[in-house]
């Protein structure tokens, strides 16, 4: 496919920073950036560092206990995130293991909140995507995509899904140039109802 690696930061500055707003307004926080005195900043931080490939992942009595945590109906999601991410620093999860966290939340926000802690955690990230797209609605999906950096959790091998791309930003546009190319050198149609 291609040649060359793929630079997969949002501004192309390797900054793990994505979504940066000032004051509801879009900014980019590259290694110049000084944050101001006054206002708000919102932003994604999505490390590149993954937990080696042979890094222990969480053993089943923790597992066990973390998702018990994490179904507990008499604490609110948003405290459940909260503690799903304090716990989650001991641990290192395969991807079995996220998507039954995932799983114990019913609201879509806190479910988003869900895969973002877990992905930073996870010990082998390709097929994290491809599992959890049964799992969440298309908002949702399009939702973590934006949050993550699509090419930071797309597999070109597990590809047959929905796509909403947003072709002003550089790593939903490098996925488009993938994909067109995929789709040139496979038979058959492999674009259906595409719209742009």
Not at 8 to 21: D, G, K, P
Not at 23 to 52: C, K, Q, W, Y
Not at 84 to 91: C, E, I, Q
Not at 147 to 152: A, T
Request: aromatic content about 10%; charged content about 20%.
């Amino acid at each position: 496919m291609y040649g060359f690696l793929i630079c997969i930061f949002q501004h192309q500055n390797a900054s793990m920073f994505r979504n940066e707003e000032y004051n509801e307004r879009p900014i980019e926080m590259g290694a110049d950036f000084l944050p101001p005195a006054t206002g708000h900043i919102h932003f994604d931080f999505v490390s590149t560092t993954r937990p080696d490939a042979d890094a222990q992942v969480i053993t089943q009595q923790s597992l066990e206990t973390l998702v018990e945590l994490c179904s507990d109906e008499g604490i609110s999601e948003n405290a459940r995130i909260i503690v799903l991410r304090w716990r989650l620093s001991n641990f290192n999860l395969d991807v079995t293991a996220a998507i039954k966290l995932v799983s114990q939340f019913c609201q879509p926000e806190a479910r988003v909140e869900a895969v973002v802690a877990c992905y930073g955690r996870l010990v082998n990230n390709k097929p994290y995507l491809h599992n959890l797209y049964p799992l969440l609605s298309k908002d949702e999906f399009f939702t973590v995509i934006r949050r993550l950096g699509i090419l930071n959790v797309w597999n070109p091998i597990h590809s047959d899904i929905a796509y909403c791309l947003n072709l002003e930003l550089w790593d939903e546009r490098c996925v488009v140039a993938m994909l067109m190319e995929m789709a040139m050198s496979e038979p058959g149609e492999n674009w259906i109802d595409e719209t742009f």
